[in-house]
Nanobody, 124 residues
Framework: QVQLVESGGGSVQAGGSLRLACIVS????????MAWFRQAAGKEREGVAG???????LYADSVKGRFTISKDSAKNSVYLQMNSLKPEDTAMYYC??????????????????WGQGTQVTVSS
């Protein structure tokens, strides 16, 4: 079975940076699309960034220009580089995956596999 495990979360001050990692086991991700979602306390889960099987990326407007998603098939991992963090970025961040994703998506229903999340807290 496919399993996703996130890491790299933590607490930082506004303007700081974090890099989240998601390691996939149970399958290779060369044919997978990957995505990052987040859910803040009391709010709905929202798509942050997605990357297709062919490495095309899509970002939410709220993070565009600050976050970068990347996929490393050799390490079976996906990453989210987060720069210029803001307090409103505070949330639990989840990794998601699905096979044969030909266009990136920020809709949760498009993703089959999910990790348990890693917490990101940004203080002002």
């Amino acid at each position: 079975q496919v399993q996703l495990v996130e890491s790299g979360g933590g607490s930082v001050q506004a303007g700081g940076s974090l890099r989240l990692a998601c390691i996939v086991s149970g399958d290779v991700i060369s044919d997978y699309g990957m995505a990052w979602f987040r859910q803040a306390a009391g709010k709905e889960r929202e798509g942050v960034a997605g990357i297709s099987t062919a490495y095309m990326a899509l970002y939410a407007d709220s993070v565009k220009g600050r976050f970068t998603i990347s996929k490393d098939s050799a390490k079976n991992s996906v990453y989210l580089q987060m720069n210029s963090l803001k307090p409103e970025d505070t949330a639990m961040y989840y990794c998601a995956a699905a096979s044969r994703v030909w266009a990136p998506s920020l809709f949760a229903s498009d993703w089959m596999y999910w990790g348990q999340g890693t917490q990101v807290t940004v203080s002002s």
